[in-house]
């Protein structure tokens, strides 16, 4: 690695701490709001977007289909709080942000863990 590396790397993590530092959490709610986007960034418009490049009947150079097993085409989803993995997953990323920014967060239990 070299100076400029390290140089570029320092400035890159500044930056990104600066970023994080702008656009931290007030309040629980804050962190509720980043947890959705979050769900919908990861098991919606990534797959969504994925899917454009690689649609299900995509072909390889060799004029196979993309998506055979192992590889599944993923399908995106959209949130529902009925769904218990779903709200385990907002829940849970929002008591982490929150943890991480010193946000009091509700005791709450997520729904797989709930016994």
């Not at 400029?4 to 530092?21: A, Q």
Request: hydrophobic letters at 35%.
């Amino acid at each position: 690695m070299t100076a400029s590396d390290v140089s570029s790397l320092e400035f890159k993590t500044k930056k990104e701490g600066i970023n994080l530092f702008k656009n931290r959490p007030m309040n629980f709610y804050d962190c509720i709001n980043y947890a959705v986007h979050k769900f919908y960034k990861l098991f919606r418009n990534d797959i969504i977007s994925l899917l454009k490049v690689y649609p299900t009947d995509h072909k390889t150079k060799e004029g196979n289909l993309f998506w055979t097993l192992p590889k599944r085409p993923p399908v995106p989803q959209e949130l529902n709080v009925e769904n218990p993995f779903h709200l385990s997953f907002v829940i849970s990323a929002a008591a982490l942000r929150a943890t991480v920014f010193g946000i009091n967060c509700p005791d709450v239990k997520t729904p797989l863990n709930r016994q």
